[in-house]
């Protein structure tokens, strides 16, 4: 069973980086069009970026574009989101997910547990 394993997350200052890591022990990522998505206490989980199976499709939510990135590490198999210019608003648990196709309500595997984010001065 496909199961996305978080990792990077922690304390920014406003307009600090941070950059998450998305990995799935046991299985290639490169199979998979993988996204990024977050929770902010009391609002729902949104889908602030996505990269196709083929990595050619990069998509990004209107809040993060310009500042968030992401991008696939071929040597290490594992999806990453380069989080620049950081403002409190982004403040949240960040999860990774499998979609079917990016934009899809369908996911592969478990969600992880996801990785807080916070940022503060």
């Known amino acids: 069973q496909l199961r996305l394993v978080e990792s990077g997350g922690g304390l920014a200052q406003p307009g600090g980086s941070l950059r998450l890591t998305c990995a799935a022990p046991?299985?290639?990522?490169?199979?998979?069009?993988i996204g990024w998505f977050r929770q902010a206490p009391g609002k729902e989980r949104e889908e602030i970026s996505c990269?196709?199976?083929?990595?050619?499709?990069?998509t990004y939510a209107d809040s993060v574009k310009g500042r968030f990135y992401i991008s696939r590490d071929s040597t290490k198999p594992m999806v990453v989101l380069q989080m620049n210019n950081l403002q409190p608003e982004d403040t949240a648990v960040y999860y990774c997910g499998a979609p079917a196709v990016c934009g899809s309500s369908i996911f592969f595997g478990d969600w992880g547990q996801g990785i807080q984010v916070t940022v503060s001065s």
């Open positions: 046991g299985f290639s990522l490169e199979y998979y069009a």
């Open positions: 990269i196709s199976k083929g990595g050619d499709t990069e």
